[in-house]
């Protein structure tokens, strides 16, 4: 039996389709917020949160006119029912300033440093509920001007809700320094590797095909990013060690950083991680690495071990910790807010780390 539809019918389905194509136009003016990820020197990711999963657009050039554009290249859906739109920005020329802007939100980013440049960056980790260090970190950190910055994990007290996702990481001072700053992630045990964190974070393409772990070069630093919490685990044996032992042994990079939210070393708070000791004998001190950065113990604390620099730089608002004493591998133990701004040169590497009021409290200088 052949069915007609009725006018009504007929209406509706044009309306609806009428919908679609107008919010298609004015796509660009859905976004809530936007922010960056994966960059490279050739390319970078707007993030954008929206109500709807209608492509998004973004403008972006090298002045304020912009002269290029680009379009949604895939969602994420979040637990709290929006949508995190992907928006590769290809095409770009290394270490250079790009102007983008997506419907109200507008910024400016540089693309990844070319061999041989000199270069800033931050760290900070653990921010977790204490939204007020958290802002006054991510402002001092904005001021600091630095290119990316990494962070060592527990962005919020419970990364399976969207609101504490929302309410005490994507405050407006960090979602600011997101707008201009990317940042990579180590994920740690609050966020997890939920649905959230899945949905708010894009990594660079990888030798790893994986994004909860990987790689990135950034002129002469090469950085592993490590998730601990990756259901294959990342002891000898599952797909992240191997990939972490082929990664380190095929970089040329002068400088060579690995980050993961638990230490190898740390004496207080949660203690030591076996499993990071062992990756640290087998695979760090073997491949050069010159720091391995923590958090999830809540303090600062600097430890040397065989060479390399474990670094607990782990509370950027999560409720402090009591380290342990100075002693044996520990250089400087402090029971301190902290992040860290490096700066890096192809022969050396500058670490000064500050309180939540941008006192300084200890200072590391590398040379090669």
Same mark, same amino acid.
């Given at each position: 039996?052949?069915? @007609?539809?009725?006018r009504?019918?007929?209406?509706?389905?044009?309306a609806?389709?009428?919908a679609?194509?107008?919010c298609?136009?004015?796509?660009s003016?859905t976004a809530?917020t936007?922010?960056?990820?994966?960059?490279?020197?050739d390319?970078?990711c707007?993030?954008?949160?929206?109500?709807s999963?209608?492509?998004?657009?973004?403008l972006?050039?090298?002045t304020?006119?912009?002269?290029a554009?680009?379009k949604?290249?895939g969602?994420?859906?979040?637990?709290?029912g929006t949508?995190?739109h992907?928006?590769?920005?290809?095409?770009?020329t +290394?270490?250079?300033t790009?102007?983008y802007?997506?419907?109200s939100?507008?910024?400016s980013?540089?693309?990844a440093?070319?061999?041989g440049?000199?270069?800033?960056?931050?760290?900070?980790?653990?921010?977790?509920?204490?939204?007020?260090?958290?802002d006054?970190i $991510?402002?001092? @950190?904005?001021?600091?001007?630095?290119?990316?910055?990494l962070y060592?994990?527990?962005?919020?007290?419970?990364?399976?809700?969207?609101?504490?996702?929302?309410?005490?990481?994507f405050?407006?001072?960090q979602?600011?320094?997101?707008?201009?700053? +990317?940042?990579?992630?180590a994920?740690?045990?609050?966020?997890?590797?939920?649905?959230?964190?899945?949905?708010?974070?894009?990594? +660079?393409a990888?030798?790893s095909?994986?994004?909860?772990?990987?790689s990135?070069?950034?002129?002469d630093?090469?950085v592993?990013?490590?998730?601990?919490?990756?259901?294959?685990?990342?002891t000898?044996?599952s797909p992240?060690?191997?990939?972490i032992?082929? !990664?380190?042994?095929?970089?040329?990079?002068?400088?060579?950083?690995?980050?993961c939210h638990?230490?190898?070393?740390?004496?207080?708070?949660?203690?030591? !991680?076996?499993?990071? @000791?062992?990756?640290?004998?087998?695979?760090f001190?073997?491949a050069?690495?010159?720091?391995?950065i923590?958090?999830?113990?809540?303090?600062?604390?600097?430890?040397?071990?065989n060479?390399?620099y474990h670094?607990?730089?782990g509370?950027?608002?999560?409720?402090?910790?009591?380290?342990?004493p100075?002693g044996g591998?520990?250089q400087?133990?402090?029971?301190?807010?902290?992040? $860290?701004?490096?700066?890096?040169?192809?022969?050396?590497?500058?670490?000064r780390?500050?309180?939540e009021?941008g006192?300084?409290i200890?200072?590391?200088t590398?040379?090669?």
């Open positions: 039996m052949k069915i @007609i539809p009725s009504f019918t007929v209406f509706l389905i044009l609806f389709v009428l679609l194509v107008t298609a136009h004015n796509s003016d809530e936007a922010y960056l990820q994966a960059v490279k020197t390319s970078i707007v993030l954008a949160e929206s109500s999963f209608i492509p998004l657009n973004v972006y050039g090298q304020s006119e912009y002269g554009s680009a949604t290249a969602v994420a859906l979040t637990t709290g949508f995190i992907r928006i590769p920005l290809t095409g770009l +290394p270490d250079t790009y102007h802007r997506l419907g939100h507008s910024a980013f540089r693309t440093a070319s061999v440049a000199s270069f800033r960056f931050a760290v900070m980790g653990d921010a977790r509920t204490g939204t007020a260090i958290h006054a $991510a402002g001092l @950190i904005l001021a600091a001007e630095p290119r990316f910055s060592g994990g527990d962005l919020c007290d419970n990364g399976s809700s969207y609101a504490s996702y929302k309410e005490q990481f405050r407006p001072i979602l600011t320094l997101a707008a201009s700053v +990317p940042f990579f992630n994920t740690g045990n609050h966020e997890g590797w939920s649905t959230n964190t899945r949905a708010f974070l894009a990594a +660079p990888s030798p095909g994986n994004q909860g772990y990987y990135f070069d950034y002129g630093l090469h592993v990013v490590m998730n601990y919490l990756d259901p294959e685990g990342y000898a044996g992240q060690y191997d990939f032992a082929s !990664d380190l042994a095929a970089t040329d990079k002068t400088w060579k950083i690995v980050i638990v230490p190898a070393y740390s004496t207080g708070g949660h203690g030591e !991680d076996q499993g990071m @000791i062992d990756n640290t004998r087998s695979i001190e073997p050069g690495v010159d720091l391995v923590a958090a999830h113990n809540h303090f600062y604390q600097r430890n040397f071990v060479g390399i670094l607990v730089i509370s950027a608002g999560a409720p402090l910790y009591d380290p342990g100075v591998y520990t400087v133990s402090l029971k301190s807010y902290c992040f $860290a701004i490096f700066d890096l040169t192809r022969a050396t590497l500058q670490m780390v500050y309180n009021t006192g300084e200890d200072v590391l590398l040379s090669k």
